[in-house]
């Protein structure tokens, strides 16, 4: 399933004439391979043994021509550091409270949301976004 979808960025890109480099493929690859919400950071420390001539800002200039291109979404929750998503399918997170840690869940009655908010309001929505904060298992298990 990954490759599936690793293999639609990839093609995404080729069609905006966006140049493939390895840094660059491997940076989507991580991504699609680990779906855990990392930094730009947390990519590099990755990467870094691959690429040694790799900076973090070189990482932060490709997940921002991602996300220009739309296969990469950029998760500001809190003071934290921005987390990057794949673009797979319409999913919400749910963020421990505690660790940071972010889980994607599915829920598609959700997407009626966006249909009741233009009937009551006549606003024209174009996207909407939704955060559940709480303990993760390892955080509540430490605590109690």
Avoid: W
């Avoid at 003071?79 to 998503?85: I, T, Y």
């Avoid at 959700?110 to 929505?125: I, K, M, P, S």
């Amino acid at each position: 399933m990954a490759n599936e979808h690793l293999q639609e960025a990839v093609n995404t890109l080729k069609n905006t004439k966006v140049r493939m480099t390895p840094q660059r493929h491997a940076i989507l690859e991580y991504l699609y391979e680990t779906m855990n919400h990392p930094t730009a950071d947390d990519i590099y420390k990755a990467l870094e043994s691959k690429f040694p001539n790799m900076s973090v800002a070189t990482v932060y200039n490709n997940l921002r021509v991602f996300k220009n291109v739309g296969i990469v979404k950029e998760l500001t929750y809190g003071d934290s550091s921005s987390r990057f998503d794949c673009v797979t399918t319409d999913h919400y997170h749910i963020i421990c409270s505690d660790c940071g840690k972010i889980v994607d869940f599915h829920y598609p009655g959700l997407d009626e949301v966006e249909t009741l908010a233009e009937q009551v309001t006549g606003f024209q929505v174009h996207d909407h976004r939704m955060e559940i904060y709480g303990s993760c298992r390892d955080c509540n298990a430490v605590a109690h």
